[in-house]
């Protein structure tokens, strides 16, 4: 069973006994509950800390940051594959419905990881579907079989490469599938936005440039990517108390999109990555920011503006 079915089951049972609840203890509590919920939305409280955010559509969508890693994952692969962004939103309210962007391992019968693969049904062995890089190749080398999925409806084109028996319940994960697509297919410039604790570590660019070529495999080996170290202070547009005096400077060979797939992918990698600060084209994340300024990238003079600049903890 999908986790968003199970997930509904449980919201039924809770319901069922809530109306068991005096009416006025339910209209009492609710209002203290929904009176905290938008209190927590509107005032960034330590609810938002560790979260992400992506805006669009009149909307946005608010994910864990262990969710926003795994949907950027997903979205690089499609990148990688030079796929539209179309697959991965199809990807992502795909993984959304089936495991919440977790990598879990347990599911209905044998299926694991993001997408609920089975093992059973020749998705791959179990170790493989557990790999998340595996496990989103699998499913886009099954999307690119069916040549309409480009313009098909998102909720049907899932339900063929899945064979979910709750065929409806991809479209309820569309819209923030389209959202986290647009950001991290670089379609919509500086979207993502991360609230994150400080990092209180040293980090090493290294390990983000690993993660480069693991989730962009060919782009890096084709050169369609350059990963290269240089001073921070040469190559950011400023450097922020508790970075690193190194930068990992990402060359998107002159490409806008991928810049903007790769400056949305590295602040996606933060929490993971000890990432403080990435730039790309007089714009800026800056994980200290906070209040209204945390609302948006903000802006910056200097540094190499053509190519993504990320900085990570230091000493």
Known sequence: MAAGSRARGRAR?????????????????????????LALERYGSPAHEGTCVASGLGTSHRYTTDRVANAALISATAVDRGMPPRAASIALATAYQESQLQNIDYGDRDSLG??????????????????????????????????????????????QVQRSGHP???????????LYAS??????????????DEVGATASPEQLRGELARQFPRATESGRITASLDSAAGAAPQV??????????LDPGGDETLGWSLANWAVARAADDGVVQVSYRGRVWDRTAHGEEAGAWGSAEGGDPERVVVLVSGR
């Not at 170790?127 to 190749?137: F, G, K, L, R």
């Not at 409806?168 to 389209?178: K, M």
């Not at 950001?183 to 994150?196: D, E, F, K, M, R």
Request: net charge negative; aromatic share 10%; proline share 5%.
């Open 168 to 178: 409806e319940a991809y479209r309820d994960h569309e819209t923030e599938g389209r």
């Open 240 to 249: 922020p108390e508790g970075a690193g005096a190194t930068a990992l400077v």
């Open 13 to 37: 049972g809770r319901v069922g006994r809530h109306l068991a609840v005096p009416l006025v203890m339910v209209l009492v509590f609710g209002g203290i509950a929904g009176g905290s919920y």
């Open 183 to 196: 950001a991290l297919t670089g379609q919509s410039g500086a979207n993502l936005l991360c609230t994150l």
């Open 114 to 159: 993001l997408f609920q693969q089975r093992p059973s049904q020749g998705w791959g062995t179990e170790e493989q579907i557990m790999d998340p890089v595996y496990a989103s190749n699998a499913f886009f080398d099954v999307l690119e079989t069916y040549p309409d999925y480009i313009s098909a409806d998102i909720n049907d084109i899932a339900q």
